[in-house]
């Protein structure tokens, strides 16, 4: 083999190593375990928007934009036991995903339902993102996972105290949490 055509190979093999790698690289990526919801208002509602759930390890990223809520309030936001947003008011949904028996709680203590999230901060223009990483659920199957339940935006704040629900209000958007 002349000089040339051994460079030419060596170029050839350079090339393919570095794509070999990239692809190794972004390969993980695509079987990360991911969740959606989009967000409905209720009747008589004008509240939308959209949720992603992605696995991360042992904990759950969630990723929320949601508009038409009251300006400067929180709001309460859960994963509710079904995914089913048939009644006008949400209640199909029925109440918080609790699989493992748990009071409801604050999302930062051990002792909570699986469903108990941050309260939703709306600005001045009604508008609330949030992006928060959650233990006890998780998007994988399993006891505690998100895929197929309800996800309700409520129209007052969650206290995180009063038992079984923390006093959140009526619902004001509903979605089911779907694979991908």
């Not at 197929?148 to 129209?155: K, T």
Request: proline letters at 6%; glycine letters at 12%.
């Amino acid at each position: 083999m002349d000089a040339i055509k051994r460079m030419r190979l060596g170029r050839f093999l350079a090339v393919l190593s570095v794509a070999t790698f990239a692809a190794c690289q972004t390969a993980p990526s695509e079987d990360v375990a991911k969740a959606s919801a989009a967000l409905k208002p209720t009747k008589g509602n004008k509240t939308y928007g959209e949720v992603t759930f992605e696995q991360v390890g042992s904990k759950v990223r969630v990723v929320v934009q949601v508009v038409g809520l009251k300006p400067n309030q929180e709001h309460g936001f859960h994963v509710h036991e079904a995914g089913d947003c048939s009644s006008g008011d949400g209640m199909s949904a029925k109440g918080h995903f609790n699989p493992h028996g748990k009071p409801h709680g604050h999302y930062g203590t051990a002792e909570r339902h699986a469903g108990d999230m941050p309260n939703l901060k709306a600005d001045a223009k009604g508008r609330a993102k949030m992006s928060v990483e959650l233990d006890v659920l998780t998007v994988t199957p399993g006891p505690a996972g998100v895929i197929g339940r309800g996800l309700i935006v409520h129209a007052q704040p969650d206290d995180y105290t009063s038992q079984p629900v923390g006093n959140a209000g009526a619902r004001l958007a509903c979605a089911v949490i779907q694979a991908g």
